[in-house]
């Protein structure tokens, strides 16, 4: 009775409103406010956000390979990505693209710069490219092809440690993921960082899950209207035993909480960090025929030891809910429920149900009191504008002949006199605390750093000499008998 009624106001609406209206959009207002009224992750999905959604989830897109920044109306390639058209091309970190298929493009918007570089996979492109040592600009032809997203955003090694760090859940993350292991060579431990990370595929996080557990371990079960399903591990094809230290905040979700949830359950390994998000509820994606979509939940996640990932909610309180402050709170000022605290399946220690993923070992991130401004300027993308001139003085291939290595360059490198005063005037500023200019020297030290090694050398740099989280994690994931004594206590 209810969908006829809906359907009778468009049919007035069409048949006799006093002016012609398209009814596409009032639909559509429709549609979001219905879905608003439900739990705060089921949501209208229109064309853009349901190509984004695909793209994330695959974990790839058609397009040349390249990070860029728009720096003074232009744009700069930040880095390259290896096996990539323009790697292929020749296409070098600081060089200046100036058109694209004879489209100029100095003082466009970065998403448009992006609509032009992306298309249909290998689609043809010319561009234009003005670099350092050449007296006029060079013209490029490329094929775009479909470029992987790695959801691996860093990895290396501290001494016996191994980091590695996990953007999001796209498809092919369990083949990242071990590739990226198998590199850190012969490591006594290992951390896997998960800060920030809001989920993706429940595939991409059943399979990393997997090689953690032995096989017919419960990984996640799922709860809907009629019908439960558990989710285990399948084969023993790869089953790490490296002890293991996984990294989680307020901003984990999704996958990122089945994989720790797991973890956790299982006394696989130590969990530090914030209580993470607590998202919990299974979306599908249900196509609309016209491009568009919904996201609308189906069921509920449960963690191996029958916790209910997703935190409290109020049906349409999705504002609130995102903005709840409580899961930014330590651990033991969040009241329990003692019906809900389960245990885990090895030890029988006390895990934490409510929603979300109560660590092991809490860590605060307090300590970092940086200034306003200087926040402003960081968020201003000032240090990536700032080496970009000065690597526009300083050729990043002669950095790399003094400092062959990542950790010759971090021990040895210094931000001088003349990379301080380029900062100083992107930032507007010269006034800072004792704390501010540590950050400021660490921060030009890593995105040097990125621009001379890559990328990874920029987690690198700023995780052993800033991130008071991921050093907190390494004395955990070096200490045998503190990580043995967490997994066993009761």
């Known amino acids: 009775q209810q969908i006829q009624k809906l359907n009778f106001v468009y049919q007035q609406i069409r048949n006799n409103y006093v002016d012609d209206v398209p009814l596409e959009p009032l639909v559509e207002e429709a549609i979001k406010a219905t879905l608003k009224e439900l739990d705060p992750h089921s949501q209208y999905l229109d064309r853009e956000a349901m190509e984004s959604l695909s793209r994330r989830l695959s974990g790839e897109y058609a397009g040349i390979g390249i990070r860029f920044l728009m720096h003074k109306d232009t ?23 100036i058109s694209v298929d004879n489209q100029t493009i100095t003082g466009i918007t970065s998403d448009s710069v992006a609509t032009l570089l992306r298309g249909n996979n290998d689609s043809r492109l010319s561009i234009r490219v003005v670099r350092r040592g050449k007296s006029s600009p060079v013209n490029i032809n490329l094929r775009r092809t479909n470029i992987e997203q790695s959801a691996v955003s860093a990895s290396y090694r501290i001494g016996d440690v191994g980091y590695i760090a996990i953007s999001a859940f796209s498809k092919p993350l369990a083949n990242e993921f071990y590739a990226a292991y198998k590199n850190l060579g012969d490591i006594k431990s290992l951390i896997l960082d998960l800060r920030n990370n809001g989920g993706g595929a429940l595939t991409a996080a059943i399979d990393l899950t997997s090689m953690f557990l032995k096989k017919g371990e419960l990984i996640v079960s799922t709860e809907g209207r009629d019908a439960k399903h558990d989710f285990c591990k399948t084969q023993d094809r790869i089953s790490l035993t490296i002890p293991l230290v996984v990294i989680i905040n307020e901003n984990s979700a999704s996958a990122s909480e089945i994989f720790a949830g797991a973890i956790q359950d299982h006394d696989r390994g130590v969990v530090v960090g914030h209580t993470s998000f607590g998202k919990g509820l299974v979306q599908k994606v249900i196509d609309l025929k016209d491009g568009t979509g919904i996201s609308l939940t189906i069921a509920r996640y449960k963690t191996p030891s029958g916790r209910t990932i997703q935190r409290p909610y109020k049906m349409g309180k999705g504002e609130e809910y995102m903005q709840d402050s409580l899961r930014y709170a330590h651990p ?43 926040i402003d300027a960081y968020n201003s993308a000032a240090f990536e504008h700032t080496v970009i001139d ?14 062959p290595t990542i950790e010759e360059f971090n021990t040895r490198f ?13 930032a507007g500023n010269t006034e800072f605390s004792d704390t501010d200019n540590r950050f400021i020297r660490t921060m030009l030290k890593t995105v040097v750093a990125e621009m001379v090694y890559g990328e990874n050398a920029r987690h690198y740099i700023y995780g052993i000499g800033f991130d008071h989280t991921l050093q907190q994690s390494i004395s955990i994931a070096a200490n045998e008998e503190l990580m043995h004594k967490y997994l066993t206590q009761h």
């Open 332 to 374: 033991d000022s969040i009241p329990y429920d003692s019906k809900l605290i389960f245990r885990t399946l090895h030890s029988g220690r006390k895990v934490y149900g409510g929603g979300g993923i109560t660590p092991d070992i809490y860590i605060s991130t307090d300590s970092i009191k940086l200034s306003a401004s200087l």
């Open 75 to 97: 744009l700069v390639v930040r880095s390259v990505i290896p096996s990539s058209p323009a790697h292929k091309a020749g296409i070098l970190p600081n060089d200046r693209i």
């Open 414 to 426: 210094m931000a001088d006199a003349e990379l301080l005063d380029i900062f100083y005037l992107w």
């Open 390 to 403: 000065y690597c526009d003085m300083v050729n990043p291939d002669k950095l790399k002949e003094l400092y």
